[in-house]
């Protein structure tokens, strides 16, 4: 079993900064791609930023400049470092992570964090 677990949500002013994190537990064998989602009520999950195993990353355009992703591969967990907020990137953000366990490889979703970006 593999779980996802995100953490550092919360309020925030614009400007301001927040850093999430995703950590990857259970019968892990490998770790490929990690991408953070983010979904507001009433619209599509959207892509905001990815990473491979190989540290390649990609971003959506309106969180280029903005927010950079990163992994640490001992801890099996990638981060998403979020600058320069503002009202329009609040979201639930949502983890997924191409993995690898004992019972095949899948891809798993962790269960949210709330970023909200108001004054």
């Known amino acids: 079993q593999v779980q996802l677990v995100e953490s550092g949500g919360g309020l925030v002013q614009p400007g301001g900064s927040l850093r999430l994190s995703c950590a990857a537990s259970?019968?892990?064998?490998?770790?490929?791609?990690m991408v953070w989602y983010r979904q507001v009520p009433g619209k599509q999950r959207e892509l905001v930023a990815g990473?491979?195993?190989?540290?390649?990353?990609n971003y959506a355009d309106s969180v280029k400049g903005r927010f950079t992703i990163s992994r640490d591969n001992a801890k099996n967990t990638v981060y998403l470092q979020m600058n320069s907020l503002k009202p329009e990137d609040t979201a639930v953000y949502y983890c997924?992570?191409?993995?690898?366990?004992?019972?095949?490889?899948?891809?798993?979703w962790g269960q949210g964090t709330q970023v909200t970006v108001s004054s």
């Open positions: 997924n992570g191409d993995i690898r366990g004992n019972a095949g490889r899948y891809g798993y």
């Open positions: 259970g019968s892990i064998v490998s770790i490929y791609a």
């Open positions: 990473i491979t195993s190989g540290g390649s990353t």
